[in-house]
């Protein structure tokens, strides 16, 4: 049986999808498959997988399963999912790429842990639309709970399950499909391992398709928050209600930005000694374009 499925949802992707490929297939690890699932693109994204890799599909290495209906990342991961050979699924979204020693460091884990049903790692290198790096991230490793409740954990390429232990994305989010799987997957007892090693570069880019510069990220996102604001652990409610402040500041929605903060300072006044989320809150919620801009329409 193969030991590792690498899912790769497509839409539109033509830029970027021959090296996510290629990084996987980069890999130290080789005993694996790639199932890229087609979310009925518009672009010559499986033209290039086609013409790159016809020897790869031809032996099985590689699968294509082609929809011919638009339906989102969530309903397109769980059709590869369910595809899947491997007892270890891994997700890469289309842009993205590893490091050689990914999928070899997150097995080492399942192995040596056999309690543990998934395996985040945490994203520390940006990548621009160029591969050149825009930064490395820094900051120190927070708890799992606090990093999962603070929704800072929101990267599917960061992300591998068992596959006996995967709960299948919710088809409801259309965004923010990513946190709210690992969520409700924490809070029905998957056990879940921080690994810290810099291996997954995560591109940012101004593609009309990068769902976090749209506008519906902030309504998942408060959608988010009615679904789970009376599951999250009353130690962690004050991080929960601060990143729903800061992604309502992001988008120019101060009102119900400064409603959260609130409730954030409530649950958790120390929760503004911590320098990271103050400088967060300095860069967000101190918009003055954005208040004008408001102040406008």
């Not at 086609?50 to 991961?77: H, Q």
């Not at 309690?115 to 621009?128: E, K, L, N, Q, W």
């Not at 709210?180 to 995560?202: A, C, F, H, M």
Request: charged content about 30%.
């Amino acid at each position: 049986m193969i030991d590792v499925s690498v899912i790769i949802p497509v839409y539109n992707a033509s830029k970027f999808i021959v090296e996510s490929i290629d990084s996987v297939l980069s890999q130290t690890y080789s005993d694996l498959e790639i199932i890229v699932i087609d979310d009925a693109s518009t672009d010559n994204s499986m033209h290039l997988i086609e013409k790159n890799y016809s020897g790869l599909i031809s032996d099985g290495t590689i699968r294509i399963i082609k929809k011919d209906y638009n339906s989102g990342r969530a309903d397109t991961a769980n059709i590869g999912v369910k595809h899947a050979k491997g007892n270890v699924i891994f997700f890469l979204d289309a842009d993205d790429i590893w490091k050689k020693e990914h999928i070899k460091n997150v097995l080492g884990i399942f192995n040596k842990n056999k309690d543990i049903d998934a395996v985040y790692t945490i994203p520390r290198t940006f990548i621009d639309e160029h591969g050149k790096v825009i930064r490395i991230s820094k900051s120190r490793k927070d708890r799992l709970e606090e990093l999962l409740f603070s929704c800072r954990m929101g990267f599917p390429s960061a992300t591998a399950f068992r596959r006996n232990k995967f709960l299948l994305y919710n088809n409801h989010y259309k965004y923010r499909e990513d946190i709210e799987l690992l969520l409700r997957s924490y809070l029905q007892g998957i056990k879940i391992k921080l690994l810290d090693i810099n291996t997954v570069l995560i591109r940012e880019h101004s593609s009309p398709f990068r769902m976090s510069l749209n506008e519906n990220f902030w309504l998942y996102t408060l959608k988010l928050y009615e679904d789970f604001k009376d599951k999250i652990p009353k130690e962690y409610v004050g991080h929960f209600c601060l990143h729903v402040s800061l992604v309502s500041f992001k988008f120019g929605h101060f009102k119900e930005g400064w409603h959260f903060l609130l409730m954030a300072i409530r649950s958790n006044p120390y929760i503004l000694k911590e320098p990271k989320y103050t400088v967060d809150i300095l860069k967000r919620a101190i918009r003055f374009d954005r208040v004008l801009y408001n102040l406008k329409r």
